[in-house]
């Protein structure tokens, strides 16, 4: 088994996002149950996941979705498929997926047959119909070209993002009509290229 | 792949985990049909891993580690880990994406113990699924060739195709289309002549039926 003295990370490596490291400490975190592994990925991303859950609105219970998204890391590595997204791609999946839970958990009043939060949010091993060349080339073109955005652009979707709130809030939020924020969201899917220029308004 | 879809806006909610509910299953319906949409997804997915790696961190409690891999090690000696993959469908692996519902309803689809509502037309209420206050959701199963009578939507109505396809005045539908009207549409399906047409129908609001067959909304009526 590695270990961190066996591969040392330096400081550019434990604080780069795109690492190439990230899917192999997931390896091993799946194989082995390696905790330096795991701490590694920990100390990176649950800082990250804990400002995710302020900004939601979590508050004080922040670190309760930190600790619940970090367990499902470590009890679900084994199902990280590189062909299908970055790891922090998927550690985001896991946290939206995580915050809509906790949020669905603390509203239900009783035991009731209801739909899981992972079938209404599905995060697929492997999809057969699109190819992992694809994937990687995309997420590189979106994390090259978000700096790019203006900032109006870029308050925008970090808020539809990041804040939970609905398109009708954010534009009451930044005085704008609802309009002029869906024109901004709209500007900025074809600047990262996820919504094509031949997809008009 | 189907050919109608969601607006990009509504699948970036769903990708933000801000969509309602009763319409992120609609989306997850749909997206087990479309790979156009899955392919959107995991790209409007992508920013949401950006925004991770860019996000300023926010400082965690200094033993918060520890603490969670105590937590994990106790987890695993009492095989809580074992039986919690038992319990929960949502851990097992998925490998390609599959259609949501089928795991809630009790028999397939041509099966179902449906509720006649016409000699044509027929329901399976799961509103039960979702149980979101002011939504209603239901199968339903539309003979071959039979017409729904004219209504409008109050509020806002979301169609996925199941099997089969149906036409209205606005185009023809076909196996994994999504389909949002609101009450601006004024609409009369028709299922498609050679099999019947099951629909997921997703209703923020009852149905109004606008002609002279008003008269059936007690037998339509959703409750």
Same mark, same amino acid.
């Not at chain 1, 270990?3 to 490291?21: C, H, L, S």
């Not at chain 2, 409007?44 to 033993?63: F, M, W």
């Given at each position: ?34 905790? @330096? ?45 590189e062909s299908l997204? =970055?790891? =922090? ?41 699109v190819r992992s060349i694809q994937n990687a080339s995309t997420e590189k073109c ?40 869906? +024109? ?18 | ?6 607006? @990009? ?33 995991k ?15 926010? =400082? ?5 580690? @520890? ?17 919690? *993959? ?14 949501? &519902? ?9 099966? &179902? ?12 209420? &799961?509103?039960?699924?979702?149980? *979101? ?16 009578? *004219? ?16 036409? @209205?005045?606005? +185009? ?30 997703? &209703? ?20």
């Amino acid at each position: 088994m590695l270990t961190i003295k066996a591969k040392p990370m330096n400081e550019r490596n434990a604080t780069k996002a795109d690492d190439q490291e990230w899917p192999a400490l997931l390896a091993r975190v799946a194989q082995h149950g390696d905790k @330096d592994a795991f701490r590694k990925i920990y100390s990176y991303f649950a800082p990250r996941i804990k400002a995710y859950a302020i900004n939601q609105g979590f508050g004080q219970h922040a670190e309760v979705l930190v600790q619940e998204v970090m367990t499902n890391v470590w009890r679900n590595a084994d199902k990280y498929s590189e062909s299908l997204a =970055s790891v =922090s791609t998927w550690i985001f999946t896991i946290s939206r997926n995580q915050r809509i839970d906790l949020l669905r958990k603390m509203n239900r009043t009783k035991a009731e047959v209801v739909i899981e939060t992972e079938e209404l949010w599905q995060i697929p091993m492997e999809d057969t119909t699109v190819r992992s060349i694809q994937n990687a080339s995309t997420e590189k073109c979106i994390r090259e070209s978000i700096d790019t955005l203006p900032e109006e652009q870029m308050i925008a979707v970090r808020k539809v993002y990041y804040e939970g709130k609905t398109h009708q809030e954010v534009a009451e939020e930044l005085n704008i009509p609802l309009g002029t924020l869906k +024109g901004r969201l709209r500007l900025s899917l074809k600047k990262l290229r996820v919504m094509l220029e031949a997809t008009e308004l | 792949m189907s050919a109608h879809h969601p607006d @990009d806006m509504v699948l970036l909610d769903y990708a933000a985990g801000s969509l309602s509910l009763p319409y992120a299953l609609a989306i997850s319906v749909h997206l087990c049909f479309c790979s156009h949409c899955r392919n959107q997804l995991k790209k409007l997915n992508s920013i949401g891993g950006v925004l991770l790696e860019n996000t300023k961190p926010a =400082s965690l409690e200094d033993d918060a580690f @520890d603490q969670l891999m105590a937590q994990l090690e106790s987890d695993d000696t009492k095989g809580k880990t074992a039986a919690a *993959v038992k319990e929960s469908p949502s851990l097992e692996a998925k490998k390609d994406i599959t259609n949501p &519902l089928l795991a809630y309803l009790p028999a397939p689809l041509h099966n &179902l113990p449906w509720q006649q509502q016409t000699r044509e037309i027929s329901k399976y209420d &799961l509103t039960g699924i979702i149980n *979101v206050r002011g939504f209603q959701v239901a199968l339903q199963k539309i003979a071959a060739g039979a017409k729904v009578p *004219v209504h409008t939507h109050k509020g806002h109505e979301l169609t996925v195709i199941l099997h089969g396809g149906f036409s @209205d005045e606005l +185009g023809v539908y076909h196996a994994g289309d999504f389909i949002a009207r609101d009450g601006s549409h004024k609409h009369s399906p028709t299922a498609l002549q050679n099999e019947d047409c099951i629909c997921l129908t997703i &209703l923020d609001a009852p149905i109004k039926f606008t002609g002279w067959q008003r008269i059936f909304n007690p037998f339509m009526a959703w409750h």
